[in-house]
């Protein structure tokens, strides 16, 4: 993507003052404060309406930038080599001299960090002397915004500015891995979970339900475009829109299509501004037909899951 420099050094310019902007990212877009400032940080919960128990994901430039933060081991720079930048988070201990805010990780000793792949953040973060709190830019327990169109619907003029970036490439959160002991998964994303197994060479637990919120996503109620989901539908009542994961023969302006031949990249791509397009079309309900439970399938059925719980 071409990048626009006048843009960047306004989103850092609001940045240094402690403002938050959204960031575009290839999962979905950010809404981002200085990760050192107790004020930012304060700023992007209070917008969010976010609970303070939900800590936020930090993003990074590279390593070099996040030595200065956090401790590093073997698993870690296994993973770091192989997929980043892109759609994975860390959980990693925080060093001792850290100067990421108490607000940033709910006063845990841990951190959540990524390296995003989108070439505008990347400018940006490059030019920045601290690194990006940056939480998915929408309210707590909706749909994640994955083009500026959404953040505006979701936040009017609430945030100072949008970094735009065109649409996310992935259209899911990033996958999160607990790195600090035995490696384990804490949120399903947009990085395959079995590759991450192939990389580290070991079988992976999931543990995306636990009883204190380890790290973002992990709620039970999430991602939900504020009308009820029933899931595995075979048939549709009256009135309600019907989302499927390829496209049939048969015409029907209740059918929502998240691909055209049940690619399963395609179909998450699309699946939050599907959720956005049906809400705003006033359907009351959202029947989802059975999405394959695989690659990034479970991804989808793992959102739709705590969609439902509307």
């Not at 050094?9 to 938050?20: D, P, R």
């Not at 496209?247 to 599907?274: D, H």
């Not at 956005?276 to 793992?302: H, M, Q």
């Amino acid at each position: 993507m071409k990048i626009n420099l006048s843009n960047i050094k306004k989103a850092k310019k609001l940045l240094n003052l402690g403002e938050c902007v959204a960031i575009p990212t290839e999962t979905v877009y950010g809404l981002a404060g200085n990760a050192y400032s107790n004020k930012a940080c304060t700023k992007i919960f209070n917008l969010k309406k976010r609970p303070k128990n939900n800590p936020l994901i930090v993003h990074y430039y590279n390593k070099v930038d996040l030595k200065k933060d956090c401790d590093f081991n073997n698993n870690f720079s296994k993973l770091y080599k192989k997929f980043c930048p892109g759609p994975i988070t860390f959980i990693l201990n925080l060093r001792k001299n850290s100067k990421i805010s108490m607000i940033a990780t709910n006063k845990k000793r841990t951190l959540a960090v990524r390296f995003p792949k989108h070439s505008v953040t990347r400018n940006l973060l490059k030019r920045l002397k601290f690194p990006l709190a940056a939480p998915s830019a929408n309210i707590t327990t909706r749909v994640s915004a994955v083009c500026a169109a959404d953040i505006k619907e979701d936040f009017g003029k609430k945030i100072k500015y949008i970094l735009e970036g065109g649409k996310s490439s992935i259209g899911l959160e990033s996958t999160i891995v607990d790195l600090r002991n035995k490696p384990r998964i804490l949120r399903l994303g947009g990085l395959d979970i079995q590759k991450i197994q192939k990389v580290l060479n070991t079988k992976i637990k999931i543990h995306n339900n636990p009883k204190k919120i380890l790290a973002p996503g992990q709620s039970q109620l999430h991602y939900s475009p504020g009308i009820p989901i029933r899931l595995n539908v075979k048939k549709i009542k009256n009135k309600e829109a019907f989302l499927l994961i390829r496209k049939k023969r048969i015409k029907n302006p209740n059918y929502y299509y998240l691909s055209k031949k049940g690619n399963l990249n395609e179909a998450a791509k699309n699946l939050y501004s599907t959720l956005r397009k049906i809400k705003k079309n006033k359907y009351k309900s959202i029947a989802v037909s059975r999405i394959p439970n695989k690659g990034l399938g479970k991804t989808i059925n793992d959102r739709l899951i705590r969609a439902s719980k509307f």
